[in-house]
């Protein structure tokens, strides 16, 4: 549930975290998740058509109205609304720019995202099965169904990301040093999100959870 602040703005809490007042009702868990689930479509996927910028901006009033078109459940959706959503995203999912909103990573699109390069970690993390594992340390590590290569912040967040699909899986560390020379740079997306257009095979190795 996504509630407002007359004080402190949006939040996903029963009370403000700020002051823990009670605040204004905005959206529900379902609509929270329904927003969410279409705003992926059309964000990193370009579901509908709707103009986007080569960092993968799409105006706000053009996202409502098109769900209103399309939807007649989501009538009730205003712009803000999807501010609330972006604002308060845990993941970080979303980036508001003026009156536009784009995603931050997950894209199956070929844009030009722009991020940010400094600050990243020595290290990043990346889940694969055994058999995957072992091809992408002979091969190197390429876009799957994504359009870059999504990397994790930890190897925890790894850990988690691949136990969604895989029952044991083997966390691979880059060394994004070595990646970044070798001329392949990389930029942060969201808190725990790295993206890159490829890893060679020799900027990784099996993680055991502990480099420093």
């Not at 993968?56 to 053009?62: A, H, L």
């Not at 980036?95 to 990573?105: K, L």
């Not at 930029?187 to 502990?210: H, N, R, W």
């Amino acid at each position: 549930m996504i509630n407002e602040c007359e004080e402190h703005g949006y939040f996903r809490r029963d009370k403000c975290p700020v002051c823990g007042r009670n605040g204004k009702f905005v959206m529900s868990d379902f609509e929270v998740e329904k927003l969410g689930r279409m705003m992926a479509a059309i964000l990193r996927h370009g579901k509908f058509n709707l103009e986007m910028t080569e960092q993968g901006f799409v105006k706000i009033q053009d996202i409502v109205d098109t769900m209103r078109s399309h939807n007649t459940r989501v009538k009730w959706l205003r712009p803000y609304h999807i501010d609330a959503l972006a604002l308060t995203d845990p993941k970080g999912r979303y980036q508001i720019r003026g009156q536009s909103v784009r995603a931050t990573y997950g894209h199956t699109l070929k844009l030009d995202l722009n991020l940010p390069t400094t600050n990243i970690p020595r290290y990043l993390y990346y889940p694969a099965s055994e058999e995957e594992a072992e091809v992408i340390l002979d091969e190197g590590l390429f876009p799957v169904d994504r359009a870059m290569v999504h990397l994790s912040a930890t190897f925890e967040d790894a850990l988690h990301a691949g136990e969604v699909k895989l029952d044991d899986p083997v966390i691979l560390a880059v060394d994004t040093e070595k990646c970044v020379e070798e001329g392949f740079p990389i930029g942060k997306a969201a808190k725990t999100v790295y993206l890159c257009d490829q890893v060679p095979a020799d900027c990784m190795f099996i993680s055991e959870g502990d480099e420093e």
